[in-house]
């Protein structure tokens, strides 16, 4: 009896470890094939001095250029670069404020960030590119589809946030009570605690499904970043999709979230122009709606906003599949199919 109690508290042990490797390294599996696969880290100087920072992939057939969405990186997408590095010659880019791309609250805009994008294009990749971006990463593909003249082949748009973030309906969105109110307030701060703390004190989300239970959860994000000053917080005991919202912000200048906030980033470009002004084949990946007690809508888009962009577009075909806002990441094998479409209309 003795070794059976051994033997099972030894499993329950193990699976114990197992579950917290997981939730405190569940990137470093995809970041490490993503290395071996010949990903290159690489600066590139614009002629007025800003700096784009990128991965560029081995030269596998034709390129595609990769945008993150907001508070990510370009490491965001090592879960799908080692498999589409087989079939294309991927160029995955920092934003502005993002990751080691310039930190200038001067190009924290749409059209200055896209344009830069589109420079890009011409002076380094040199061909015509296929464009994929997520979330806002998803408007700035949209504005290179868009504008970025022949030199874009298609456009793949993983979840944007189209319309949702208009004055007019912005309010009423997921990301505007839970990040953007939340991120404007602490901006506001003197003597903040970190972010990670004050947005889990203050997020929509957490007082929505877990109340009791944020307080600690701050307080553990504390605690966390004063003793590990130079790491992103992380929670041994809570699943991949809490770390990861916190994965990459110690790269994030919080100022671009508050031209998000105040809309200045959209540079007075209305989504509904936006759209209309891409003429090339393209893709658009939607997460379906959902909606809180409060009717507030818990995704990136309306169903009725996604299909809205969709017919806007001149040749464009609408993906729709049940998921939380990070498709690529968590359904990597619907965003790879959408951009691998590109390989089958050759």
């Known amino acids: 009896m003795l070794f059976i109690i051994l033997g099972l508290l030894t499993a329950t042990l193990f699976i114990i470890g197992i579950y917290i490797y997981k939730c405190t390294h569940y990137w470093q599996p995809s970041y490490r094939a993503t290395m071996n696969a010949g990903f290159e880290e690489k600066q590139v100087v614009l002629p007025d001095g800003s700096m784009i920072n ?3 992939g081995p030269d596998h057939g034709e390129p595609l250029l990769l945008i993150h969405g907001q508070t990510g990186s370009w490491k965001s997408y090592t879960s799908v670069l080692p498999e589409l590095s087989k079939h294309w010659h991927v160029f995955a880019v920092d934003c502005y404020g993002h990751g080691n791309s310039a930190h200038d609250a001067a190009k924290y805009y749409l059209d200055k960030n896209s344009n830069d994008l589109i420079w890009f294009i011409e002076h380094i990749i040199e ?6 971006g997520h979330s806002s990463g998803g408007l700035i593909a949209a504005y290179v589809a868009a504008y970025g003249g022949d030199y874009i082949a298609g ?15 912005f309010k009423k969105s997921f990301a505007y009570v839970d990040t953007y109110e939340v991120m404007h307030a602490f901006n506001q701060l003197d003597q903040p605690e970190c972010w990670e703390a004050y947005y889990l004190r203050n997020c929509y989300w957490g007082q ?57 980033w959209h540079a007075d470009i209305r989504h509904e122009t936006l759209m209309s002004a891409i003429h090339v084949p393209t893709f658009f990946i939607h997460a379906k709606e959902q909606y809180s007690p409060d009717n507030i809508l818990m995704a990136a888009s309306s169903d009725a906003q996604a299909r809205k962009a969709v017919a806007l577009i001149d040749d464009c075909q609408l993906i729709e599949l049940e998921s939380n806002h990070l498709i690529h990441w968590y359904h990597p094998e619907v965003f790879i199919d959408a951009v691998n479409r590109f390989l089958v209309s050759e």
């Open 127 to 132: 061909e015509k590119t296929v464009v994929s």
């Open 155 to 169: 456009a793949v748009l993983e979840d944007p946030p189209v319309f949702s973030t208009e004055p007019d309906y």
């Open 54 to 56: 990128y991965s560029e």
């Open 208 to 264: 929505l499904y877990m109340a009791n239970a944020m307080p600690g959860l701050a307080n553990y994000a504390e605690q966390y970043s004063i003793r590990h000053p130079d790491k992103p917080v992380q929670f041994f005991f809570m699943p991949q999709s809490i770390n990861l919202t916190f994965q990459y912000v110690d790269q994030y200048d919080f100022a671009f979230g508050e031209h998000f906030y105040d809309y200045t």
